[in-house]
T-cell receptor
Framework: DTGVSQDPRHKITKRGQNVTFRCDPI?????LYWYRQTLGQGPEFLTY????????KSRLLSDRFSAERPKGSFSTLEIQRTEQGDSAMYLC??????????????FGPGTRLTVL | AQSVTQLDSHVSVSEGTPVLLRCNYS??????LFWYVQHPNKGLQLLLK??????LVKGINGFEAEFKKSETSFHLTKPSAHMSDAAEYFC????????????FGTGTRLLVSP
């Protein structure tokens, strides 16, 4: 168990550019989540995958955002035509589905995006 | 819809004194509740989790929390603070619906002085 990893850890980009982040979940975790955390706030849910299926998307996820998990393992989050308001920490988490109560989600270190 | 309110944005304690971080939740169903800790430049770490078993939940590093349905509270406590406890703490509730969305509070920054 090497934990959830995210790449890159930091990304600085100019407004209007596209960026892509990668998340590698804990092996054998079938559920994967993306959250966004802005300064001074708690993380906010963006989207959720069970295996390769994207089962839920937040209203925060505008048309400029797209997430994929093509083989049910790693996931990518792409932001097109970045805006300054996209500057945030993007967190990935994974879990293994159980019965009944909510899974325990394990978080990665995050990717900090700065849009100039 | 579910939500959590962390009643203090900052809590300051002296090393060796008790810690109390307050959290109230709102949920239509029996919730799952969590406390996560975030140290600077580190990822979120689970402290403890409540899932309708025992109402007093023990976590890592000496932390515990008590679920009180009548008060809709899930306060985090520790008998004696350590300098390494200084961090941001988040109270979290799971979604009422079948999928696994977590709803975070705004966080409480714990400051520990020598």
């Amino acid at each position: 168990d090497t934990g959830v990893s995210q790449d890159p850890r930091h990304k600085i980009t100019k407004r209007g550019q596209n960026v892509t982040f990668r998340c590698d979940p804990i092996s054998e975790h079938n559920r994967l989540y993306w959250y966004r955390q802005t300064l001074g706030q708690g993380p906010e849910f963006l989207t959720y995958f069970q295996n390769e299926a994207q089962l839920e998307k937040s209203r925060l996820l505008s048309d400029r955002f797209s997430a994929e998990r093509p083989k049910g393992s790693f996931s990518t989050l792409e932001i097109q035509r970045t805006e300054q308001g996209d500057s945030a920490m993007y967190l990935c988490a994974s879990s293994i589905s159980g019965r009944g109560a909510a899974d325990t989600q394990y978080f990665g270190p995050g990717t900090r995006l700065t849009v100039l | 819809a579910q939500s959590v309110t962390q009643l203090d944005s900052h809590v300051s304690v002296s090393e060796g004194t008790p810690v109390l971080l307050r959290c109230n939740y709102s949920s239509s169903y029996s919730p799952s509740l969590f406390w996560y800790v975030q140290h600077p430049n580190k990822g979120l770490q689970l402290l403890l989790k409540y899932t309708s078993a025992a109402t007093l939940v023990k976590g890592i590093n000496g932390f515990e929390a008590e679920f009180k349905k009548s008060e809709t509270s899930f306060h985090l406590t520790k008998p004696s603070a350590h300098m390494s406890d200084a961090a941001e703490y988040f109270c979290v509730v799971s979604a009422d619906t079948g999928f696994q969305k977590l709803v975070f509070g705004t966080g409480t920054r714990l400051l520990v002085s020598p």
